[in-house]
């Protein structure tokens, strides 16, 4: 999801994205090389991010029951893992805000059924509280509304 978001960068999974000094100055900011780049076309990737924005925000979407009512756009997709034996595995993506991605939050819940019922959820919430819109925080809404978002 992120190199889909951020033109086809594969990331090298990291912890933290700074490290700081006592004052909470950034002493150094940390930012691994890509991995690879994806053979992404453009166009294929306009057409699966917008799939994703149409699941996420149309009536009749995987995640509108959820994502729906969101202050801005995402692009997000529910995904359900069958288990022989076990409960369903529940699973969500979301890229967010859409077009001008800041942040991809994936959730996974071991027995949580569809993913609209339990990730999609815990994703809101994640989403909610990273641009601060719990609190009615204008940083959040005001990052949300990058250039090119509506």
Partial sequence: YSALANG????????GGRIVDVNGGTVE?????????????DETRSVV?????RAAMSPGGTSYSVMGGFPFPVAGKT??????????????SVVAPYP?????????????????????PIARTILENYFDLNAGGA????????????
């Fill in 49 to 53: 991010l917008e799939g994703l924005v």
């Fill in 79 to 92: 995904g359900t893992a069958e288990r022989e034996g076990n409960e369903d595995q529940s699973w969500y």
């Fill in 8 to 15: 086809g960068r594969l990331v090298r999974p990291h912890v």
């Fill in 100 to 120: 001008n991605p800041e942040i991809v939050v994936t959730v996974t819940v071991e027995n949580g059924g569809f993913g609209v019922e339990s990730a999609a």
């Fill in 29 to 41: 900011r940390i930012k691994p090389p890509p991995e690879r780049r994806l053979k992404i076309s």
């Fill in 139 to 150: 940083s959040g809404a005001a990052a949300a509304q990058s250039p090119g978002a509506e």
